[in-house]
């Protein structure tokens, strides 16, 4: 195992940056590497062995690039590429990598924030067909009903920075509408896709104050942190310098433009090569 190892954190674009402010902010101190799939993004709409493929992909070059920990901050791909990576190809060609998701960390809490014992979930096509929450839920507290909803023009528009604008108030809507349709017990709505934080203010605007709406970047963050604290043989290994370096698949112009909007700074991006 590489000694001064960066964390390494992935998304297939940007919404794994609002992860990466999260853990950041909880763990200062290490080096980052962060990659997004620009180029090939969004992953929603995708089969399962594309994304698996992608997603093996660039995991396998922050590998290169002496991470000896990556955070799936996507999904998508923590529901359709994660288990194959973490029981297929970590133990043949990397026993001493680790490869963790965003979708476990949330499913163990996600009692915390439900008195009705019924959630919401809102997350692209890929993950709500997956079942991947479901199924996750449903191990530690198989008392707590889960309605799902998949939302498959959120990320466009908010890759396309029209998230705020009133054109994307329609489909806003109609998706919060749908979720809703299906049960009038929930009480926490969970946003599965690392993009939906951007909506915020209008989710809020359009649930009721009763419900609690959960985005998973806090989550995601204590988890690590809990994680780094019980695997030591991880944690003494990591680099300590504050150092962060971000990587695009697509144009490293038109990601700092857009990047800036889910990390709340600004950002000099390279091209992933």
Same mark, same amino acid.
């Given at each position: !195992?590489?000694? +001064?190892?960066?964390?390494?954190i992935?998304?297939?674009?940007?919404?794994?940056l609002?992860?990466?402010k999260?853990?950041?902010?909880v763990?200062p101190?290490?080096?980052?590497?962060?990659?997004?799939? +620009?180029?090939?993004s969004?992953?929603?709409?995708?089969s399962f062995?594309?994304?698996?493929?992608y997603t093996?992909?660039?995991?396998e070059?922050?590998? #290169?690039?002496?991470?000896n920990?990556?955070?799936l901050?996507?999904?998508?791909?923590? =529901?359709?590429?994660?288990?194959t990576?973490?029981?297929?190809?970590?133990? =043949?060609?990397?026993?001493?990598?680790?490869?963790?998701?965003?979708i476990?960390?949330?499913?163990?809490?996600?009692?915390?924030y439900t008195?009705?014992?019924?959630?919401?979930?809102?997350?692209?096509?890929?993950?709500?067909?997956?079942?991947?929450?479901?199924l &996750?839920?449903?191990?530690?507290?198989?008392?707590?009903k889960?309605?799902?909803?998949?939302?498959? !023009?959120w990320v466009p528009?908010?890759?396309? +920075?029209?998230?705020m604008?009133?054109?994307?108030?329609f489909?806003?809507q109609?998706?919060?509408?749908?979720? !809703?349709?299906?049960?009038?017990d929930?009480?926490?709505?969970?946003?599965?896709?690392?993009?939906?934080?951007?909506?915020l203010?209008?989710?809020?605007?359009?649930?009721?104050?009763?419900i609690?709406i959960?985005s998973q970047?806090?989550?995601?963050?204590?988890s690590l942190?809990?994680?780094l $604290?019980?695997?030591? &043989?991880? &944690?003494?290994?990591l680099?300590?310098?504050g150092?962060?370096s971000?990587?695009? #698949?697509?144009?490293?112009? =038109?990601?700092?433009?857009?990047? #800036?909007?889910?990390?709340? $700074?600004k950002?000099c991006? &390279?091209?992933?090569?």
């Amino acid at each position: !195992m590489l000694r +001064n190892a960066p964390i390494g954190i992935f998304d297939s674009g940007y919404g794994g940056l609002t992860v990466f402010k999260s853990i950041a902010d909880v763990l200062p101190e290490y080096d980052y590497i962060y990659v997004g799939d +620009n180029a090939r993004s969004p992953y929603g709409d995708h089969s399962f062995d594309t994304i698996y493929k992608y997603t093996l992909e660039c995991v396998e070059w922050l590998f #290169s690039k002496g991470c000896n920990l990556v955070i799936l901050a996507c999904n998508t791909a923590s =529901a359709k590429a994660l288990r194959t990576i973490q029981q297929k190809d970590l133990p =043949a060609k990397y026993p001493g990598k680790r490869v963790l998701g965003v979708i476990r960390p949330t499913a163990e809490v996600i009692d915390q924030y439900t008195r009705s014992k019924t959630i919401g979930v809102m997350g692209t096509r890929g993950t709500v067909n997956s079942q991947s929450y479901l199924l &996750e839920i449903h191990k530690f507290f198989p008392d707590i009903k889960v309605f799902q909803q998949s939302c498959p !023009m959120w990320v466009p528009l908010i890759e396309n +920075n029209q998230h705020m604008q009133r054109g994307a108030d329609f489909f806003i809507q109609e998706y919060c509408d749908a979720l !809703m349709s299906q049960s009038t017990d929930i009480d926490c709505v969970l946003l599965a896709c690392t993009h939906y934080p951007l909506l915020l203010p209008k989710l809020k605007a359009i649930f009721p104050d009763y419900i609690e709406i959960l985005s998973q970047g806090e989550i995601v963050a204590r988890s690590l942190k809990d994680y780094l $604290e019980r695997h030591k &043989e991880i &944690e003494q290994n990591l680099a300590r310098n504050g150092a962060r370096s971000f990587y695009t #698949s697509g144009d490293p112009a =038109a990601f700092d433009a857009q990047a #800036s909007i889910f990390f709340g $700074e600004k950002l000099c991006a &390279e091209k992933l090569g």
